[in-house]
């Protein structure tokens, strides 16, 4: 007798299930910043610094969170930051929220971006020779434009891979049940790959802002176009955390739920790998459970 490892029909069921989901997640929102969000995220990074030891920063911080301190105060901040969401869609620029199917195709990113992120190359191919017009910030501002721009490039690709991967491993899971075939080999492909998914979404989530070079106030500038201004020198060696605390303020939850679900196709593929009986086949020569050569009777076919 010989057996053969199959997967079970509800774990094929449950593993089509969060596979498919994978894919659905795509429609939640992974871009969705508003002006309430935005003050509560650099709220707590004024907190954390306002009793710093630099006099200079911990008066700024404190300054900026005295403004935003009563419910009037920080009602006005939060307008004036969905005002500056308003504007940038309204000039075309960008346009919130963006749902990760849109975030693949870049219906967020508006005619007047794309037009000026190609400005900022060809002057970047030309050695930023409007730079001795503009000045150094001029250039910094360019250089950290088109780092967000190669970066979102990055993800954007990355990201459509593996929204659509979890489709070819849905059909062939399907297929791997109805044809019995070993549940070693589709468990081991589901695994690698949700672990690759998880790990490719979770870094889009938590870490997009160090993927990102900035020089300068060039972090500052682009936190000022979504309505704080922390453009003092005090802020000019915070341009990593200027970003990440922007970022907080801008991501959605799709792209931790999409983590999340991946993770899951992680555990279901080691658990239909780790549980589940064998099936049994039968040999060629007598029926199952019957030694070739022996007979209910007795041995040799005698009976008793």
């Known amino acids: ?38 003050v509560s995220s650099f709220e707590g990074f004024f907190q954390k610094y306002e009793d710093d030891e630099d006099k200079d920063l911990s008066e700024k911080c404190k300054s900026m969170l005295k403004t935003i301190e009563d419910d009037d105060g920080r009602k006005d901040t939060e307008d004036d930051c969905d005002n500056c969401l308003d ?37 970047e191919a030309d050695d930023f020779k409007k730079a001795e017009k ?36 849905l059909i062939l899971t399907i297929f791997a049940f109805c044809f019995k075939w070993n549940k070693y080999m589709m468990g081991i492909i589901n695994a690698i790959a949700a ?32 309505g704080v201004n922390v453009s003092s020198d005090v802020f000019d060696d915070f341009s990593s955390e200027l ?26 593929a080691i658990v239909a790998m780790a549980t589940g009986g064998s099936e049994v086949e039968a040999n060629e020569g007598g029926p199952i459970g019957v030694i070739p050569g022996e007979f209910p009777g007795g041995q040799g076919g005698q009976g008793g």
């Open 134 to 169: 503009e000045g150094e910030e001029y250039v910094n501002y360019n250089k950290a434009i088109i780092s967000i721009y190669d970066t979102y490039t990055t993800f954007r690709v990355v990201a459509g891979i593996m929204y659509f991967v979890p489709l070819i491993l």
């Open 243 to 268: 970003l990440s605390t922007l970022w907080k303020a801008m991501r959605g939850n799709g792209f931790i739920i999409t983590a999340i679900i991946f993770l899951l196709v992680l555990v279901m």
């Open 1 to 38: 007798m010989e057996q053969k490892k199959t997967m079970k029909l509800w774990q094929m069921i449950v593993l089509a299930v969060l596979l498919a989901a994978v894919t659905i997640s795509m429609f939640f929102p992974v871009l969705n910043p508003t002006g309430e969000k935005i």
């Open 195 to 226: 672990a690759i998914g998880t790990g490719v979404f979770a870094v889009i989530h938590f870490m997009t802002p160090s993927f990102i070079s900035t020089e300068g106030k060039a972090a500052a500038n682009i936190v000022d176009k979504f």
């Open 87 to 123: 504007a940038l869609d309204k000039n075309d620029y960008l346009v919130f929220p963006a749902s990760g199917l849109e975030f693949l195709n870049k219906n967020f990113v508006l005619d007047n971006s794309l037009d000026a992120v190609d400005n900022y190359k060809d002057d």
